[in-house]
């Protein structure tokens, strides 16, 4: 027998436990409501399999008229905790193993936000979702230039994860602006029948408009922050100084008149009738010009290199070059230039202020808060899984102020590592960081009656939709108790482990029988086997004797 007749014969249409990464499992995203394919495809085999079985489910029970209940997510039971309340954003930190649905939980609180979204439309989060490190983690080695990642690691400041975190977000928010709403992989903003994004943000009041053109000016996308600026001044009907231009009109044309007079001293004389006085004071006069025109030039490039190159040295986690900073501040108009408020130093006052920025612009296009969801530290390239290494990225973050900003939350999902590096930490270091307000889930553990329920929910997820109702024990034999799958599944402790032991369950008895024996259910015999072997795996794998 092989595993897909043992499948077709239960009407599964896909093995509910072959897949062990939460971004790329095709049940999870079914489950989630996420998942590509079309009803009508999975309409059409479930028919096929039901025409060939002649019956619509493993019991026997014939025709399949009875439709089984969809597909509902599973939730760890520490879930609600970690997502708070979505209209006042709060921050969690959880502890867990490589396996223990991490990633699913970042996966289900994103789902989550968009479906508080659409029910809310006035009062809507913004997710930002830091699950890929990497382009972060190698610009601070460059720019450290440290002997090892780790010596490069050490020098990282809370600030550099702020700017991070702006960075992540401000580019999106342009996007959507600059393209009436409609770019891809933007902030959705809101529709209204009678004027467009555009128009809405253009009768904005200044001191939004400032805010906007502010956070743009330092946290835009590298390589397009100097164009899509000048794009968002016309959309918000921002434009130059008139000292500004007074200026350059003298830089171009100031010397023409002292030119001319030159040049054409004998015509003038010809037609004015009179004399042109000599023509070297004449030429003294355009010397005069000389000073718009190194004001715009040369005095101009200096300052703007000047401030870029500080902009460049503090803001480390973008890499944009000294005039990409340089010229877009500049450009901003003379009376919004507050230098205090930019992050020219390594005070983390002109980043909150930053923030608040964000969160003022953001809160007048319907989001009332924003929700940060860190995940997969352990896996950057430079990181490697590297405790000591995870612990130099993580540690500046857990401060308090960070970490209980109003209208913003943080969701750190951490490696197991880390805990055991955070028990070791001083007292003074608990004060700084206050657990104790942090929503801290010291452990993301799972019992065997919740991986039985997160199984048998998988595995009702894959059935045909004419089937009827099934439980995970009805594949294993009569002499198989509820209670000794129950204890089975809590030898496995993580969700990963679990479905690895169901998996092989069912290869290793469709291995061991022929499809004319129309032996379906899993024996006990299989079942204790296979728990022994799995079970071993998994304490050698906790004790660090061999890999997962």
């Known amino acids: 027998m092989t595993l897909a007749d043992l499948l077709q014969h239960w009407a599964i249409t896909e093995n509910p436990f072959r897949d062990e990464e939460a971004r790329s499992d095709a049940v999870f995203a079914k489950m989630m409501g996420t998942d590509p394919r079309s009803v009508e495809r999975v309409t059409t085999t479930a028919s096929a399999i039901i025409s060939a ?17 969809g597909p509902r997510p599973a939730y760890h039971s520490d879930f609600e905790k970690l997502l708070g309340n979505p209209y006042h954003p709060s921050t969690s930190i959880v502890f867990g193993e490589k396996g223990s649905g991490k990633t699913a939980i970042r996966l289900q609180i994103t789902d989550r936000i968009r479906q508080h979204n ?15 490190l990497n382009p972060f983690l190698d610009r601070i080695h460059q720019v450290a230039a440290g002997k090892t990642p780790l010596e490069s690691f050490q020098t990282i400041r809370l600030v550099d994860h702020i700017d ?29 029948s009678k004027r467009t994004p555009k128009q809405r943000i253009r009768r904005w009041e200044p001191s939004l408009k400032r805010d906007l053109l502010q956070v743009q000016a330092i946290y835009d996308r590298p390589g397009e922050a100097e164009d899509r600026a000048k794009d968002l001044r016309s959309v918000l009907g921002v434009w130059p100084d008139i000292s500004s231009l007074i200026w350059i009109a003298a830089a171009a044309i100031g010397w023409l008149p002292a030119a001319v007079a030159y040049f054409f001293e004998t015509q003038l004389e010809a037609k004015l009738g009179f004399d042109i006085p000599n023509p070297y004071a004449a030429i003294t006069l355009a010397a005069l010009w000389l000073i718009p025109l190194f004001k715009v030039t040369l005095l101009q490039r200096i300052l703007t290199r000047a401030v870029g190159a500080r902009l460049r040295r503090q803001v480390r986690s973008i890499r944009r070059g000294d005039l990409s900073f340089g010229k877009v501040v500049w450009k901003l108009p ?6 205090g408020s930019l992050p020219l130093g390594d005070s983390d006052a002109p980043r909150y202020g930053m923030l608040g920025k964000l969160r003022r612009v953001l809160e007048a296009l319907g989001y009332v808060g924003i929700i940060v969801v860190v995940d997969r530290v352990d896996e950057p390239t430079l990181v490697s899984g590297d405790a000591d290494r995870m612990r130099a990225v993580v540690w500046p973050m857990l401060n308090n102020k960070f970490l209980q900003q109003e209208g913003i939350g943080i969701k750190l999902l951490l490696p197991i590592e880390l805990r055991h590096l955070l028990m070791k930490e001083s007292s003074a270091f ?3 960081a206050r657990m104790d307000k942090q929503g ?25 939709p004419c089937a009827g109702p099934i439980s995970l024990l009805d594949m294993f034999a009569e002499d198989v108790t509820r209670q000794d799958l129950v204890d089975s599944l809590d030898q496995m402790r993580q969700p990963r482990d679990a479905f ?3 998996y092989r369950c069912m290869t290793e008895h469709a291995a061991n ?15 204790e086997m296979v728990r022994r072997q799995e079970a071993d795996r998994v304490q050698q794998f906790y004790r660090g004797i061999r890999p997962a």
Request: hydrophobic share 35%; net charge positive; glycine share 10%.
């Open 53 to 69: 079985n002649g019956h619509g489910n493993g019991n026997g029970s014939g025709g399949g008229s009875q439709a089984a209940p």
């Open 118 to 132: 659409l029910d809310h439309p006035s009062a809507r989060i913004l997710p930002i979702i830091s699950d890929d």
């Open 164 to 192: 991070a975190l702006l960075h992540r977000a401000v580019p999106r928010l342009i996007d959507s602006i600059l393209s009436n709403g409609i770019a891809s992989g933007g902030i959705d903003l809101p529709t209204e």
């Open 334 to 339: 003379r009376r919004w230039r507050d230098w």
């Open 430 to 432: 608990f004060q700084q």
């Open 440 to 464: 801290f889930v010291e452990q993301l553990t799972w019992s065997g009656a919740m991986l039985y329920d997160l199984c048998e929910s998988r595995m009702r997820a894959c059935r045909t």
């Open 500 to 502: 690895k032991f169901l």
């Open 513 to 527: 029988v022929t499809r004319d024996q129309n032996q379906w259910r899993i024996p006990r015999g299989v079942l």
